[in-house]
């Protein structure tokens, strides 16, 4: 008898505790419909964020600098900032979006800004935009990146720029190859065959993390085919199969089994990097980064402009406009958020020329908004590509054609992309990737 | 005792038995166990059943099937089990998988085996203990990082990769075609070769991915084989001695009968272990080149975490669902010698 009061007592108290919990949840589930999103101006921001980056080491302090920046402007802000590596950033805000509890601010790419806008997931950011394109602080084009092809508002400001197709070289390995920067696509050739025949090789690849192997067929697409086919193939308008595309894998087909070296698939991008600073490799067609990785990584002794420094890779076809290779990092709000007011202030600020200051003047970096001073890069290197940076719609682009696609499309690329290296065969290729990616035919 | 008192008199387990079934003391056994069944019905039993019910349906991470929510149902049917079946990158996954199968616990086993037998023959002292412990260490490095330790030693570049440093050193370096065999050295995990069966081409990089987690495996084989060893009755051994028995006949005919139970163990785990593999081929190549190495572990994270776009975790729980089903077979002597030794 005392053994079943004691068992209903526990069960009554278990009930409790789970109401409790299910009252609990429920109320956390609730939110406030009515919440403005509009951003607090400067100092009035209060309350606390979660910031997800997926940046490290130098990098990661440069970014801690630049929220430094916004906390000294907001004290009533508390930050909690978050870091995801790098390959996981799509997965791991997919998990926290999908689960209800996304940060309030994170890093992202296209990719997943186009997934997680069309859930409906983000915050509308068209009145910064609007504001930023009249005072001229962005480009469209740029907006155009922001917008990653989705149909409604902005969700997304840009906040780490990157120029792409730069043929980076030891001053010291050119000046041993003839000291001449090729102007055209046949002088760059030249320069290949020319490390070829000195015994060093022509360039260093890093093709075993996948990603390194895309720098040169966005690169190539850019200059063979040209910005309108290039932003034609990453928004699905036109397939693999375009004349124009098939021609441009022709040409890496050339530089595959001509200049790269039989261990293209087996290095890392950092150790391609080190192999090329310590001059194993004669060259490497990377981002502006490597201006930030070669010292940093390989050798603290480079100087950036006296030992080593970066030509643009020629154009292929000399008539053909100037077209850029851009990448970068966006940031996206989540219109979930507890904060929302707290974070669209943060989301101002990081696409704002002085947040962007902070980091320009630590290098490795370039900033999207053309508001910030050529004089806040520390270096001849990073002025240089941030030069490069296109301010206006004049200039036409691209961006990172696989970053733009994203998802499977983006997995299945590289994968196919690695199998053209070790097999430079432009037929299988062309006929893997028009399966994988189906976009142009469905309409 | 007459067989009329064996009759009546219950053996002792049996009148424990007959104790536990009175109510009283039956009420406070599921008690105890109830705490333990909760833990395993949320952990173990529920996410079980809403994997395979999860296989019915099209979703994705960001676009979720949930069970409370019919809105959310894009009911399939069996449409992913066909779809999963039909597909090539599968079937790729499935050829490496098993590549892992047959190789890892042969390696596992096998190693393992014969490095417990010389400890055995050596006796207790400092030098076995020393080897024992050489063989057991890389047992307590994590997966990932025993990953990170051997792209070192695979690193193409000789000045940084031991390997090839060796390999350039001793100028052992080779590339061979033997019919349809195809083997190379040097580009470690990139193109160790091929062996091309008519039907399907199997890639050797798998072995570089292979080797490692055998590396780190064997101390659980050495374990497993000295712990069985240590039960060998020795007056068995000096009876085949007496007889003229040689050393390999002894470990033929004496050792290696008396470890049957440490064998089954040992190549149940790894064939376990090489079924559910993700660790060593995410870190060192993340399935590539190509899909060169993918396991069906790592398709199965790819199709649920990665190919975001596409609202393929429905296939991703397929996979899991398939691979269940096979690692449960595969794991079926291992249970059954389990529950022979459990008590009832």
């Known amino acids: ?443 | 005792m007459t067989s009329a008192e064996d009759a009546v008199a219950p053996e002792p387990a049996a009148r424990g038995r007959q104790r536990l079934r009175r109510p009283g003391r039956s009420r406070a056994a599921y008690a105890f166990v109830l705490p333990l069944l909760a833990i395993f019905a949320a952990f173990y039993a529920w996410p079980a059943l809403n994997t395979v019910l999860s296989s019915g349906f099209e979703w994705g991470l960001i676009n979720p099937w949930r069970l409370t929510e019919p809105g959310s149902w894009e009911f399939v049917g069996l449409g992913n089990y066909s779809e999963t079946l039909g597909s090539e990158s599968f079937w790729n996954a499935v050829v490496n998988t098993t590549i892992w199968l047959v190789f890892f616990p042969l390696l596992v086993t096998g190693v393992s085996l014969i490095v417990s037998i010389l400890i055995w023959f050596a006796g207790r002292g400092l030098a076995p203990l020393l080897f024992r412990t050489a063989f057991i260490l890389p047992m307590t490095i994590s997966l990932a990082a025993v990953g990170v330790i051997w792209g070192f030693i695979y690193n193409p570049d000789p000045d940084f990769g031991l390997l090839n440093a060796v390999v350039g050193a001793l100028d052992l370096d080779f590339e061979i075609d033997w019919g349809p065999l195809h083997l190379q050295t040097g580009q470690w995990l990139s193109d160790l070769g091929s062996l091309d069966l008519g039907f399907t081409e199997l890639r050797l990089t798998n072995l570089s991915l292979i080797a490692p987690a055998v590396w780190a495996f064997i101390g659980f084989g050495v374990i497993t084989f000295t712990a069985g060893l240590t039960s060998v009755d020795q007056d068995l051994i000096d009876a085949a001695r007496v007889d003229g028995a040689r050393l390999r006949h002894v470990i033929r005919y004496v050792l290696i009968p008396q470890l049957r139970g440490s064998l089954v163990i040992v190549a149940v785990v790894s064939v376990i272990f090489a079924l559910r593999t993700f660790d060593i081929v995410y870190v060192l190549t993340d399935g590539g080149p190509g899909s060169d190495t993918e396991v069906l572990a790592l398709l199965l994270f790819k199709q649920a975490f990665v190919f975001l776009d596409e609202p393929d975790a429905g296939l991703a729980t397929t996979v899991a669902v398939l691979l269940s089903l096979v690692l449960v077979a595969g794991a079926y002597p291992y249970l059954r010698r389990l529950l022979e030794g459990t008590p009832r």
């Open chain 1, 1 to 443: 008898m005392r053994r079943s009061r004691a068992w209903r007592w526990v069960t009554w108290l278990g009930l409790g505790a789970v109401m409790t919990l299910v009252v609990a949840a429920l109320a956390a589930c609730g939110g406030d419909d009515d919440e403005s999103e509009a951003p607090a101006t400067p100092g009035e921001a209060s309350g606390s964020l979660r910031v997800v980056s997926n940046w490290t080491g130098a990098e990661g302090d440069a970014f801690a600098a630049v929220l430094d920046g916004f906390q000294e402007a907001n004290p009533g802000v508390e930050i909690e900032s978050e870091e995801i590596p790098f390959d996981q950033t799509q997965a791991q805000l997919a998990q926290q979006f999908a689960a209800g509890d996304p940060p309030d601010v994170s890093v992202a790419l296209p990719g997943i800004v186009r997934q997680l806008a069309e859930q409906d997931q983000l915050m509308d950011l068209d009145d910064l935009w609007d504001e930023w394109i009249d005072d001229g602080s962005y480009t469209q084009a740029l907006r155009d990146v922001a917008q990653a092809g989705v149909e409604g508002p902005t969700s997304s400001i840009y906040f780490k720029g990157n120029v792409n197709a730069l043929i980076w070289y030891r001053t010291d390995e050119l000046e041993a190859l003839g000291g001449e920067v090729p102007e055209t696509w046949d002088e760059f050739i030249d320069l290949l065959d020319r490390a070829a025949e000195e015994g060093i090789r022509p360039v260093a690849v890093g093709g075993a993390d996948e990603w390194p192997l895309t720098q040169w067929t966005d690169s190539i697409i850019l200059r063979v085919a040209g910005a309108d086919a290039f932003n034609q193939l990453a928004r699905g308008e036109i397939g693999w199969d375009d004349p124009r595309i098939v021609d441009s894998f022709e040409v890496f087909a050339d530089l595959i089994s001509n200049y790269f070296p039989p261990d293209a698939l087996s290095a890392s991008f950092v150790d391609e990097t080190c192999s090329w600073a310590d001059g194993k490799a004669a060259f490497t067609n990377q981002g502006a980064f490597v201006n930030l990785v070669a010292p940093a990584e390989c050798d603290k002794s480079l100087q950036p402009g006296r030992d080593f420094t970066f030509f643009e890779m020629p154009k292929y076809d000399e008539s053909a406009p100037d077209a850029r290779f851009v990448s970068g990092d966006l940031f996206i709000g989540a219109k979930e958020s507890e904060n929302a007011e707290a974070a669209k202030a943060l989301l101002a600020y990081l696409g704002s020329a002085e947040a962007q200051e902070i980091w320009a003047k630590r290098g490795g970096y370039i900033a999207p908004n053309a508001k910030v001073p050529p004089g806040a890069y520390p270096d001849v290197n990073d002025r240089k590509a941030a030069e490069l940076w296109p301010k206006s719609d004049e200039v036409e682009a691209g961006y990172d054609l696989d970053d733009w696609i994203g998802g499977r499309v983006q997995s299945e690329y590289r994968g196919a992309l690695q199998q053209f290296v070790r097999e430079p065969d432009v037929d299988a290729f062309i006929a893997k990737m028009t399966e994988v990616d189906t976009r142009s035919s469905e309409g």
